[in-house]
């Protein structure tokens, strides 16, 4: 397990830590699920915050949220899913396996600001025989905290993954896919498509993002 550079928890120093407010330090590590749904024609779905969610607003991630007390991971998972997109699996137990943790801090870097959240999330990687438009004619976002989703290309995710943090143009080798690719957006009660800027998807960390917040 390693940290990036630009960590929070990374390069908060013991005197800063000393100066979270009280409910911040007693809140400890909250823990959560997210969910790569991945198709029978190889594309993972992805989900856009709304901009008025205190953590990571207007953010792409993959479904997924808290794990209520008591719950599985993949039960947590594919209830989040069923809750944020109206893609219900619970029913078929699809294959799925652990890819790993990711430590999230929010916000994520010292120089917007202390910490306020400090989560452990567990990636699920879960399989389904259906294609992405199969799935697509049965979702229905309506959750307060999704604003758009999208099925995202094999091509798109490699550069993703590619991206490396402080590297201003590592893995974005843009012109090998299209400009912008479809998305599904909630337009008051209905759902619209738009096209989004494929470069969206593959920033990464600026340089100097580790700087230390004075406060």
Same mark, same amino acid.
């Given at each position: 397990?390693?940290?990036p550079?630009?960590?929070? /928890?990374?390069n908060?120093?013991?005197?800063?830590?000393? %100066?979270?407010?009280?409910? /911040? %330090?007693?809140?400890?590590?909250? $823990?959560?699920?997210a969910?790569l749904?991945?198709?029978?024609?190889?594309? $993972?779905?992805?989900?856009?915050? @709304?901009?008025t969610?205190?953590?990571?607003?207007?953010?792409w991630?993959?479904?997924?949220?808290?794990?209520?007390?008591?719950e599985? +991971?993949?039960?947590?998972?594919? %209830?989040?899913?069923? *809750?944020?997109?109206?893609?219900?699996?619970?029913?078929? @137990?699809?294959?799925? %396996?652990?890819?790993? +943790?990711?430590?999230?801090?929010?916000?994520? !870097?010292?120089?917007?600001?202390?910490p306020?959240?400090h989560?452990?999330?567990?990636?699920? !990687?879960?399989?389904?025989? *259906?294609?992405?438009q *199969?799935?697509?004619?049965?979702?229905?976002?309506?959750?307060?905290?999704?604003?758009?989703? !999208?099925?995202?290309?094999?091509?798109?995710?490699?550069?993703?993954?590619?991206a490396?943090?402080?590297?201003?143009?590592?893995?974005?080798? !843009?012109?090998?896919?299209?400009?912008?690719?479809?998305?599904?957006?909630?337009?008051?009660?209905?759902?619209?498509?738009?096209?989004?800027?494929?470069? $969206?998807? $593959?920033?990464?960390?600026p340089?100097?993002?580790?700087?230390?917040?004075?406060?």
């Open positions: 397990l390693q940290r550079p630009f960590c929070p /928890i990374k908060l120093s013991p005197d800063q830590a000393a %100066r979270l407010p009280e409910q /911040i %330090r007693d809140r400890g590590v909250d $823990v959560g699920v969910i749904l991945q198709t029978a024609n190889k594309k $993972v779905l992805l989900t856009r915050r @709304t901009k969610l205190n953590i990571f607003p207007n953010v991630v993959p479904p997924g949220g808290h794990m209520e007390p008591g599985q +991971l993949l039960q947590a998972g594919l %209830r989040e899913l069923q *809750e944020e997109t109206g893609l219900d699996l619970r029913n078929e @137990t699809p294959p799925w %396996r652990i890819l790993g +943790l990711w430590e999230s801090a929010f916000p994520p !870097l010292l120089s917007c600001g202390f306020t959240r989560h452990i999330v567990t990636y699920l !990687l879960v399989t389904t025989r *259906e294609t992405h *199969e799935l697509q004619r049965s979702s229905a976002q309506r959750n307060r905290k999704v604003s758009a989703c !999208l099925w995202l290309d094999p091509e798109v995710a490699e550069l993703i993954v590619a490396q943090e402080g590297e201003e143009h590592s893995g974005k080798n !843009l012109t090998a896919i299209p400009d912008s690719i479809p998305i599904t957006e909630v337009c008051g009660n209905s759902l619209c498509q738009k096209d989004l800027d494929v470069s $969206v998807l $593959v920033g990464v960390a340089v100097g993002a580790g700087k230390m917040w004075s406060g």
